[in-house]
């Protein structure tokens, strides 16, 4: 298998290395994160200029159809940057949600807008007793002639607070743990009977607590059908995981880069750090977790767009599981290399230590995705 990028995807990496080196600093990141809505709509028009945005949808809706692929390389470089934007939020889960699901007359109507940068997605799905488990829903939706009424809560939506739309999975008929029976509805965040509690993720980020009492939507709210939306929904988050797993590589390059800096220039005993072999040696380690990331990430995202469901299934997981063995291998080395100031906030290194570990968790974490792959036979 051939894992090189093409011509169009190392333009796509050089522009967005150029961008992040030249505006996103972390001295900025950190005041973004901090301050008012947690991060910028300037930025987030700049990478609508530059048609990041569009990068995975089709053309006739204004994309550029770059599917998984062009997505990590997108993600890698959001994971370099440690970028707060709503990027997986709303492209990578409301957007291919939208996509995959919608009608042609919502494609028609929130694709483009969110190619161009004026619309932000969120996708709640998560429940308090959910975990990682997709059909555990308990968000009900009781039918009054053409309308349905929402009752429930939703957990850990990211960038809700700021999102215009809000894609929820619902429980339309069955009992809370059926796979059938789940709905997707598309909210507008302002809706009547819908409230919610902001708060600072570890990693800087925002999510949402949402509550729904008695939220009144019509049946055109509906994405997909009425009842079906459990494959979906778990084929979108089996790319999002992909997609995260892209995000790790770029995570983990950052770490590895300014831990070999670092003992370049730290010296003990008058010398560098670097010339102790023990510590060459676990530099070594950390470049070949990096390599090996990046290929499961690759070949991830490939299956994603070319690989058959089992496939698509064991790659992400075995990406997923090699991704919490890397929080390990790089993260936990590159603090305790960088001694007492790596764990302060006002070293990069935390920050992106943080944002691995929340990687780790996210869409199921290592011990959930490898007893997932022994479960899956290849067909």
Request: proline share 1%.
């Amino acid at each position: 298998m051939n894992l090189e990028l093409t011509e169009e995807q190392c333009m796509l990496q050089d522009i967005l290395s150029r961008f992040l080196s030249d505006q996103y600093t972390f001295d900025q990141r950190q005041k973004l994160s901090q301050q008012g809505i947690g991060y910028s709509e300037q930025n987030w028009q700049n990478f609508a200029e530059l048609g990041l945005l569009g990068i995975p949808f089709e053309e006739q809706y204004g994309g550029f159809n770059f599917g998984a692929t062009g997505l990590m390389i997108v993600m890698d470089a959001i994971g370099k940057g440690l970028v707060v934007e709503p990027y997986l939020s709303t492209v990578v889960l409301g957007g291919q949600l939208i996509q995959k699901a919608g009608s042609e007359a919502q494609k028609l109507d929130l694709i483009p807008q969110l190619i161009e940068g004026k619309l932000k997605l969120a996708f709640a799905y998560i429940e308090r007793q959910s975990r990682y488990e997709l059909s555990n829903v308990s968000l009900k939706a009781e039918r009054q002639a053409d309308s349905f009424f929402l009752t429930g809560s939703k957990s850990v939506v990211f960038n809700a607070e700021t999102a215009d739309k809000i894609i929820v999975t619902v429980r339309t008929s069955g009992n809370n743990r059926d796979k059938n029976g789940i709905s997707l509805f598309l909210l507008d965040k302002g809706a009547l009977g819908v409230s919610m509690k902001n708060y600072h993720t570890v990693d800087g980020l925002r999510a949402s607590e949402l509550f729904f009492d008695q939220v009144e939507v019509s049946h055109d709210a509906i994405i997909g059908e009425l009842d079906a939306a459990y494959p979906i929904v778990e084929q979108i988050i089996d790319g999002a995981s992909a997609a995260i797993c892209a995000e790790a590589v770029g995570v983990i390059s950052q770490l590895r880069e300014k831990t070999v800096e670092y003992l370049k220039i730290r010296k003990q005993f008058s010398r560098p750090l670097s010339d102790f072999q023990v510590l060459q040696h676990r530099a070594v380690d950390m470049f070949m977790a990096e390599e090996q990331m990046r290929s499961l990430s690759y070949l991830a995202n490939i299956k994603i767009d070319g690989g058959s469901r089992s496939e698509q299934i064991r790659a992400i997981s075995a990406a997923k599981v090699y991704l919490g063995d890397s929080r390990s291998v790089v993260g936990e080395q590159a603090i305790q290399l960088h001694g007492g100031v790596g764990v302060t906030d006002e070293l990069d290194v935390a920050h992106y230590y943080k944002r691995l570990t929340m990687l780790n968790n996210l869409f199921g974490d290592r011990d959930f995705h490898l007893e997932r792959f022994g479960q899956v036979e290849l067909v």
